[in-house]
């Protein structure tokens, strides 16, 4: 089975930054697109970027300028670098892979993380 593990959240002051992590593990045939998705408490989960495997890269507008996703190949993994955060960044940070498993090649699948919090005090 495919498992996407998040790490890299935590606490930060306004103005500073993290570094998320996602590394994607199990039985993949190949990754189409991984991405970060973030739900603040009370608000709907929202795409914060996400990266192709051509290396196309898509930013929601509060991500521009001040966050940057890239992504490792060779290690199944996405990072999301936050420099410059706000305490409205504050929410639960989800790594999303949609691939296609060893198993089942037509079609990608989503997958996701459990989420990891990050916190931006002010």
């Known amino acids: 089975q495919v498992q996407l593990v998040e790490s890299g959240g935590g606490l930060a002051q306004a103005g500073g930054s993290l570094r998320l992590s996602c590394a994607a593990s199990?039985?993949?045939?190949?990754?189409?697109?991984m991405g970060w998705y973030r739900q603040a408490p009370g608000k709907q989960r929202e795409l914060v970027a996400s990266?192709?495997?051509?290396?196309?890269?898509n930013y929601a507008n509060f991500a521009k300028g001040r966050f940057n996703i890239s992504r490792d190949n060779d290690k199944n993994a996405v990072y999301l670098q936050m420099n410059s955060l706000k305490p409205e960044d504050t929410a639960v940070y989800y790594c999303?892979?949609?691939?296609?498993?060893?198993?089942?090649?037509?079609?990608?699948?989503?997958?996701w993380g459990k989420g990891t919090l990050v916190t931006v005090s002010s």
């Open positions: 199990g039985r993949i045939f190949s990754i189409n697109v």
């Open positions: 990266i192709m495997d051509s290396g196309i890269t």
């Open positions: 999303n892979a949609q691939l296609k498993t060893e198993w089942f090649h037509r079609d990608d699948m989503d997958y």
